[in-house]
């Protein structure tokens, strides 16, 4: 009986030698060059899969300080004869268009690698040593370092799916990663970074005043300083220097959409992220892709005005302002006033000076000479959308003795009180001019000009 077992276990352990051999040989079937050639293969056709190329979204560090952190977009169109030709116009191209073709590869090296084998003068800025232009106030100036911005050339397939919808690559030596979505066939290069970078330049200018806002689910935060696309992120009410955090983003457009895209997900709550959001031009906001109740939208348009008040700005009305019919017809009459003294009406600010608001009215009473008179005001911001502007009459002699001669002025000033609303008269993301809307007259509503 033993010599039976002995017998069968001797068989089973032969059979299980030749099934694992069998296996071996199906493994092993190729030689590793052969399935080196392959892998290189297969991502060479996904890359070389859309036709007009990828749109990247390359950032060369890991660090939050521009333009070192800076997310760029840069476009590249893959030939199956290896050429790449790749475009971008931004700061490193002294804000121009600029495009090369080079060589392009896929080598393998603990997985598959795209390599741009031969110099190429767009895609080389990242990791040539060059000086770097400075952002800031010294925008002409270089860091003068001999470092270059200390990126990659070469990147790390991360993730190519077969339909080619897109593309993860991680930089080899600095670990970034960096999305690549389809280009549609027909979009010129050129064009596309023109309209990109002009929607970047609308909705976070430099010149213009104002932040935005940040909004994950319950929580607000300022977005400031967006225009480098490192934006500043802190809470509402908090303190910038203590507090803010940098989150790079690049901005790029998939058919008529604009979508922007933070380097990091963005946490929202105990177990959500949101990294990417959809511009929606009826609303001017941009919603998260994940969950629409995310969104980065323009700062509250009545807490603007108090804050920059409080800093020493003012906003003003002129005769070239939008209106509505009563507050042109309060306008035109004191304009009319002023010419048959032969004044010229300039504008009306309303500002704050030390601790007390006011209305400040300014004329030319010649060719050379102005005058102004100042009247007392309260500005009340009621909401972060709302305020009140009550009129308190004159403080001086002299305003008492125009409004004697021009009763106009008074009913102008009565007219621009009350109870508002306020609105973006230009975008929400721009508020150089802020809309002042009547909560009681539809009639009474006026543009006013940041200053």
């Known amino acids: 009986m033993k010599k039976i077992f002995s017998i069968f276990a001797l068989i089973l352990a032969a059979s299980t030698f030749v099934a694992c051999s069998n296996e071996e040989d199906d493994i092993f079937s190729q030689s590793a060059a052969e399935r080196l050639n392959a892998a290189s293969d297969l991502y060479s056709s996904r890359l070389t899969a859309q036709p007009n190329g990828w749109a990247m979204q390359l950032y060369p560090t890991t660090q939050d300080k521009a333009p070192y952190g800076t997310g760029y977009l840069v476009l590249m169109r893959f030939h199956p004869n290896h050429q790449v030709d790749v475009a971008m116009n931004n700061l490193l191209t002294n804000n121009v268009y600029q495009s090369d073709s080079s060589v392009w590869d896929v080598i393998t090296d603990d997985g598959p690698v795209l390599s741009f084998d031969t110099h190429n003068s767009v895609m080389h800025k990242f990791s040539d040593p060059d000086d770097v232009p400075q952002t800031g106030t010294s925008k002409d100036a270089n860091d003068e370092t001999g470092t270059g911005i200390g990126g990659d050339f070469e990147y790390i397939i991360v993730d190519a799916p077969e339909d080619a919808s897109y593309m993860m690559l991680k930089g080899k030596k600095r670990g970034t990663y960096n999305l690549l979505t389809p280009i549609e066939v027909g979009v010129d290069y050129e064009s596309y970074l023109s309209e990109v970078n002009g929607f970047m330049a609308d909705k976070f200018s430099s010149s213009y005043p104002n932040g935005a806002l940040l909004i994950l689910g319950d929580s607000i935060f300022h ?229």
């Open 223 to 451: 977005f400031d300083g967006a225009s480098d696309g490192v934006p500043s992120i802190y809470g509402l009410d908090a303190d910038e220097v203590t507090s803010a955090r940098f989150n790079p983003f690049v901005i790029t457009k998939r058919g008529n959409d604009f979508y922007l895209r933070f380097r990091d997900a963005l946490t929202v709550g105990a177990d959500s992220t949101e990294q990417e959001f959809k511009y929606d031009s009826i609303a001017d906001k941009f919603y998260g892709v994940n969950d629409t109740t995310n969104a980065i939208a323009g700062y509250y348009k009545a807490r603007f005005v108090g804050e920059q008040m409080n800093n020493g700005h003012r906003f003003q009305l002129t005769s070239n302002s939008e209106m509505g019919p009563k507050v042109r017809a309060a306008l035109d009459q004191v304009i009319s006033d002023f010419r048959d003294r032969r004044f010229t009406f300039q504008n009306i600010n309303i500002q704050k000076n030390d601790s007390s608001y006011q209305f400040v009215i300014n004329w030319r009473q010649n060719r050379n000479a102005r005058a102004s008179r100042v009247y007392g005001a309260t500005v009340q911001i009621t909401g972060n959308e709302s305020l009140n502007i009550t009129y308190t009459g004159e403080t001086n002699s002299a305003g008492e003795q125009l409004l004697s001669v021009v009763p106009s002025v008074r009913t102008l000033f009565e007219t621009l009180a009350g109870s508002f609303n306020t609105a973006a008269s230009i975008s929400n993301f721009n508020l150089t001019q802020i809309r002042f809307v009547s909560t009681t007259d539809p009639d009474v509503w006026y543009d006013v000009n940041y200053n």
